[in-house]
């Protein structure tokens, strides 16, 4: 008895931490969400945009498009991965490190109105590493209020478009060295 207890309370413990929760909203078009070890801003169509987006018809994704869209992308990386470079040699491999990067989500109707979602992905997790050479991780927030953007920085800065619809990953780009 005691095991099957057990047993029901961590599937419950595992299950209620599986989906995509709301935990702050720092600005009036925009919302912080997270599920487990990721962590991302959630951008409203009626915030204010960028140059990639603003010749498209917009929408805000809700929990369950951005839950789509991670899984979409566990599923599919690797393979989207593999002609990418920038990776190694002090920089992550990403399909195999998902989990060390913010994310900041935008979703935007193509031409077909189909939703897709465009994710950048900005490292937030030091090996250790990275802290003993002195690393700091960014602290300052404004990755939750507006578009990161980066030169160079190898795969620590990365981003690609998830077509819902079609469950495909699209349009990958990761920064340069420099």
Same mark, same amino acid.
């Given at each position: 008895?005691?095991?099957?207890?057990?047993?029901?309370?961590?599937?419950?413990?595992?299950?209620?931490?599986?989906?995509?929760?709301?935990?702050?909203?720092?600005?009036?078009?925009?919302?912080?969400?997270?599920?487990?070890?990721?962590?991302?801003?959630?951008?409203?169509?009626?915030?204010?945009?960028?140059?990639?987006?603003?010749?498209? &018809?917009? %929408?805000?994704?809700?929990?369950? +498009?951005?839950? =789509?869209? /991670?899984?979409?992308?566990? $599923?599919?990386?690797?393979?989207?991965?593999?002609?990418?470079?920038?990776?190694?040699?002090?920089?992550?491999?990403?399909?195999?490190?998902?989990?060390?990067?913010?994310?900041?989500?935008?979703?935007?109707?193509?031409?077909?109105?189909?939703?897709?979602?465009?994710?950048?992905?900005?490292?937030?997790?030091?090996?250790?590493?990275?802290?003993? &050479?002195? %690393?700091?991780?960014?602290?300052? +927030?404004?990755? =939750?209020? /507006?578009?990161?953007?980066? $030169?160079?920085?190898?795969?620590?800065?990365?981003?690609?478009?998830?077509?819902?619809?079609?469950?495909?990953?699209?349009?990958?780009?990761?920064?340069?060295?420099?």
């Amino acid at each position: 008895m005691k095991k099957t207890f057990s047993l029901i309370l961590l599937i419950f413990l595992v299950s209620c931490n599986s989906k995509f929760k709301i935990i702050e909203k720092p600005s009036n078009f925009s919302e912080i969400v997270k599920r487990r070890q990721i962590i991302g801003t959630n951008f409203y169509e009626t915030g204010v945009c960028f140059m990639r987006l603003q010749n498209v &018809k917009r %929408f805000t994704p809700n929990l369950e +498009e951005i839950q =789509k869209a /991670e899984k979409i992308l566990r $599923e599919k990386i690797r393979e989207a991965n593999h002609k990418m470079f920038n990776q190694g040699n002090g920089c992550p491999i990403i399909h195999n490190n998902l989990n060390i990067y913010r994310r900041q989500y935008f979703g935007y109707y193509n031409n077909k109105n189909e939703k897709v979602i465009f994710v950048t992905f900005n490292k937030n997790k030091l090996t250790i590493i990275e802290k003993l &050479k002195g %690393f700091r991780r960014d602290k300052s +927030e404004n990755w =939750k209020k /507006e578009i990161e953007t980066w $030169e160079d920085g190898c795969s620590n800065h990365w981003e690609i478009k998830i077509n819902l619809a079609t469950e495909s990953l699209f349009e990958m780009y990761v920064n340069g060295r420099g």
